[in-house]
């Protein structure tokens, strides 16, 4: 590409207020859940996930590269990083579009219903100068709770965390904060999904029923 269409397409940016990067993490399993336990979770589990709070905005903390913003896409990639992770730590998992009433799971043939939901991101983005380029230094910190209900009433309720951190070049247009960020999101997805599946995979109510 020239120079010239380069600054062009610089320019356009800085007239429209800046550019938006998305940084959309992909599915990041854990696999290395610690459980108490030996073998999976026996029997049918349903599993339903809401990620949508997981999406949010995430602007420059100092005045360079102010102009741009930088949308964290989180939500299908945390839904793909449970699914993922719970498959590896349950006999047999599906996947439900709404959650089903525990009065529904015997004629499902299902032991209990799993619900897991995102319930806050937070992120961090600070351009580092540098002597030839500049640097990008990102942190993402994320929240999401787990409820089981059983046949018989609730197993389960907690809320776990996860963060994550990484670097990288801002680019000649600050565009490197795109792949910074979704380096730092991937590692907190992954660091809180492993939390969700050790919180299910040791609960002793869960597993008995009771």
């Known amino acids: 590409m020239k120079l010239s269409t380069i600054a062009a397409v610089a320019g356009v940016c800085i007239a429209l207020t800046g550019c938006q990067y998305t940084a959309e993490p992909l599915s990041v399993a854990a696999y290395n859940v610690y459980s108490s336990y030996d073998g999976k979770l026996p029997g049918k589990y349903l599993l339903y996930v809401d990620g949508n ?32 992770t719970f498959a590896n730590l349950v006999e ?22 799993i619900m897991v939901r ?23 910190e994320l929240a999401a709770s787990i409820v089981v209900d059983g046949r018989r009433g609730r197993l389960l ?11 990288g070049t801002a680019g000649g247009f600050c565009e490197g904060g795109s792949a910074a960020l ?3 999101a991937e590692q907190a997805v992954k660091e809180t999904v492993g939390r969700l599946g050790e919180a299910l995979t040791n609960s002793e109510r869960v597993r008995s029923g009771v």
């Open 53 to 84: 709070k997981l999406n949010k905005t995430i602007k420059p903390s100092d005045f360079n590269c102010a102009a741009h913003s930088y949308p964290l896409a989180l939500s299908s990639g945390f839904t793909g990083s449970v699914r993922k």
């Open 92 to 113: 047999t998992v599906e996947m439900v579009d709404i959650p089903v009433d525990r009065s529904e799971l015997p004629a499902r043939g299902a032991r209990a219903m």
């Open 118 to 140: 995102g319930e806050e991101v937070n992120g961090r983005l600070r351009v580092v100068p540098g002597f030839w380029v500049a640097g990008m230094e990102t942190e993402v």
């Open 157 to 167: 309720g907690t809320t776990v965390g996860g963060d994550g951190n990484a670097q």
């Open 182 to 184: 979704t380096e730092a």
